[in-house]
């Protein structure tokens, strides 16, 4: 049951599509709405757990620390801060009486979840709040989360081909450097599918245009690559250069279309291309314009985009600069004290993402002026909606591939995200485990992180272990910047059995790992869940932050320690313990319920079946397109009968719910294969070879 709060008159966000009836009297309940109009508290049973808030930093358990929604271009996502790229105001408070809180709120909003008080959640607007805010309530959290996502829409749908194996760096200059990164993985057997173009294959980083020089015939080379089974995904940037000639820059100017400074004149801030404009994404000609642009890139034959530096990212604003050098001048030639110091360092430090320039420039919504900061959340969702929403015209038919830096909840509709950019840290492979199934509450199901770290060096072992769980991950990309180790699996060499074997252990899963995917996607389910939505009766599985269970069948346990040999795991069932180390090369041990200490070798992946479920496995390929998903075979934890929902599409078209896209394989004590449906398959049981 859903039901919906209204406070003040709330800036139409585009969230919800189908809005419950508002509720004509009374408060939130569970919350105590405070004097001030702007904030909601709840007090937090010492067992209570406060899930959800997607993409942030810390635990799947989210009481200990105040998180901030207001989306921010953050380089170090370390555990002290409050902000990163998105903003994912979804709640689920869970204990006895679970339910959950959505505030479709489009400025900042804070989340004090027992910071302050240890015991208290607190939820609070900068400003009196207009808001809605939704209350669900459920039969426990896995339904809680159905209904809400029921409420936001069904999650975008990634082409199959994003399913494989993606390399991507700041980056490759040239379309060589681009053939020698798909050579170097074909001829050392390495699956890959995909390579992703970074800001530097533009001409002097302008969206949709390409570098004439470094990727001459861009069309031809598109094809090149497809003949070689790999697709290019270029970047765009939300920032458009201010250039003389550029035809976006000039539409733009021309038609108004975008965000303007209070005396009406466009707003500067500068990315990448110096001097740039930003397109006033929630305008909705604006928008239709824009989403319009990735049209010359889809006609060169590209089919999947990631856009960025959409918080908007701004490295400085040309009034803010224009101000710092003045003062600058005054301070030059004098004594600086300590204070005439730091002013002088603030000057500087100040230049990027500075709130004030956030305050100094405009939308126009629906005919209605809007202040940027009060609506700040929405730009990235408004720039992939622009996206989105241009190729359901463009290629009704065909599923693009699109996934964005900044987010908030809406945007699940229109892409999924990348987590932006992280370090080679062992810490923020943790994060990156902690922050998927946050991230499967709040709608956003197609999404990794920068596999190996994207700032810093990353090592081989990092790498492996990172690759051992990013093999679970439905965006698998390996992406670093520039100036860092390079990261490719083929720069060490000695781990490339290993790196090979563990990548193609993900192409062996893939008809499960899809499978899963969609029915999330189709049912509004998750992908990745916490222990506790599966086990909330048992007190030791609602506890555990570092393990997570995939689908109704798998759970995994990653290594995510330097140097450990391997970690303790908790079975809240008996499961079948299954090591991998190559799809050939695998075995099989049945663990009891309780706690174990697992050795596991670099050179290894392991998944836990649970018990009486089996999942479908194909024989490996180099890339999505060679693989047999009508060929299975069964890898099966069996005491009386298996029972397996398979989901299977041709993973380009957008016939998502025809019934011809389900079977059902029966696995029985015996390794019995069996499969009812329409789709023809031929069965085996996965076996050593
Ligand atoms: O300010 O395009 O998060 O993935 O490589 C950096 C260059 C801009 C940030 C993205 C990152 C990308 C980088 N971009």
């Not at 635990?59 to 170090?76: F, H, M, Q």
């Not at 959290?141 to 809400?148: A, L, T």
């Not at 190996?452 to 081989?460: E, H, P």
């Amino acid at each position: 049951m859903i039901q919906l709060y209204r406070y003040g008159k709330p800036f139409e966000t585009d969230t919800i599509l189908q809005k419950p009836e508002v509720r004509p009297e009374g408060t939130l309940p569970y919350f105590k709405t405070e004097k001030d109009g702007r904030s909601f508290s709840c007090p937090l049973k010492a067992e209570t757990a406060v899930y959800g808030l997607g993409e942030t930093v810390r635990g799947i358990n989210k009481r200990g620390w105040l998180y901030v929604s207001n989306c921010t271009d953050e380089p170090a996502h370390t555990e002290g801060k409050h902000s990163l790229y998105a903003a994912h105001n979804f709640l689920l408070i869970a204990d006895a009486h679970s339910f959950g809180v959505f505030f479709d709120y489009p400025g900042e909003l804070t989340f004090d979840i027992g910071y302050t008080d240890l015991n208290m959640l607190r939820v609070s607007a900068r400003e009196p709040a207009d808001m809605d805010v939704y209350l669900v309530e459920g039969d426990g959290p896995e339904d809680i989360v159905r209904q809400f996502r029921g409420l936001i829409g069904r999650s975008y749908i990634a082409p199959k081909w994003a399913f494989g194996y993606g390399q991507s760096r700041w980056s490759y200059y040239t379309a060589d450097e681009v053939r020698e990164v798909v050579r170097r993985h074909r001829e050392n057997h390495i699956p890959l599918d995909s390579v992703y173009l970074d800001i530097d294959y533009m001409e002097r980083y302008k969206d949709f245009t390409v570098n004439r020089e470094t990727f001459p015939d861009f069309p031809g080379f598109v094809q090149e690559m497809k003949k070689q089974k790999i697709h290019l995904v270029p970047i765009i940037d939300a920032g458009v250069k201010i250039e003389n000639g550029y035809d976006v820059y000039e539409e733009g100017i021309k038609n108004g279309y975008f965000c303007k400074k209070e005396d009406g004149t466009p707003f500067v801030g500068a990315v990448w291309p110096g001097k740039a404009h930003f397109p006033d994404f929630l305008d909705a000609r604006a928008r239709e314009w824009f989403g319009g642009k990735y049209k010359c890139l889809l006609d060169q034959g590209i089919d999947g985009f990631w856009n960025d530096m959409n918080e908007p990212a701004i490295f400085y604003s040309e009034d803010r600069l224009n101000r710092a050098f003045a003062e600058i001048k005054k301070l030059e030639g004098r004594n600086l004290d300590v204070k005439k110091y730091n002013d002088l360092l603030g000057l500087i430090n100040d230049l990027s993402n500075n709130p004030e320039d956030y305050a100094s420039f405009y939308h126009v919504c629906n005919g209605k002026r809007v202040r940027h900061d009060r609506v700040h959340n929405l730009y990235g969702y408004h720039m992939t909606r622009a996206a989105g929403e241009a190729f359901e015209k463009l290629e009704p038919e065909k599923r693009i591939l699109m996934f964005s830096r900044s987010s908030c909840i809406g945007m699940h509709r229109y892409g999924g995200v990348w987590t932006g950019d992280n370090r080679s840290w062992w810490s923020h492979l943790l994060m990156e485990i902690q922050m998927m199934p946050s991230l499967n509450m709040c709608g956003f199901l197609y999404a990794g992180a920068d596999i190996g770290g994207f700032g810093d060096d990353a090592t081989a072992d990092l790498l492996l272990r990172w690759i051992a769980f990013g093999l679970f991950t439905p965006l698998m990309r390996n992406h670093a910047t520039l100036g860092t180790r390079e990261q490719e699996v083929y720069r060490f060499p000695e781990a490339l059995p290993a790196f090979r074997n563990l990548i193609r252990i993900r192409y062996a899963l893939l008809p499960y790992l899809y499978s899963e995917y969609m029915k999330a996607a189709l049912r509004d389910g998750m992908y990745f869940k916490p222990l506790a939505f599966v086990y909330p009766d048992d007190p030791d599985a609602i506890h555990v932050q570092d393990q997570l269970m995939i689908g109704d069948e798998l759970m995994i346990a990653p290594v995510y320690v330097q140097n450990a040999a391997g970690r303790s795991v908790y079975l809240p069932e008996p499961m079948k313990l299954v090591r991998m180390r190559s799809p050939k090369d695998f075995s099989e041990e049945n663990l009891e319920k309780g706690h174990h200490y697992l050795p596991v070798p670099l050179d290894e992946t392991i998944f836990f079946i649970r018990a009486d479920r089996c999942i479908p496995l194909s024989e490996a390929g180099e890339s999505v397109e060679e693989i047999d998903f009508g060929s299975l075979a069964l890898l099966g934890n069996v005491q009386t009968k298996a029972v397996y929902q398979y989901y299977s599409d041709d993973g380009y078209g957008k016939d998502y719910d025809n019934p011809s896209h389900y079977a059902t394989i029966t696995m029985d004590r015996e390794e019995n294969v069996t499969a009812e449906g329409k789709m023809p398959l031929r069965l085996a049981v996965f076996a050593h070879h």
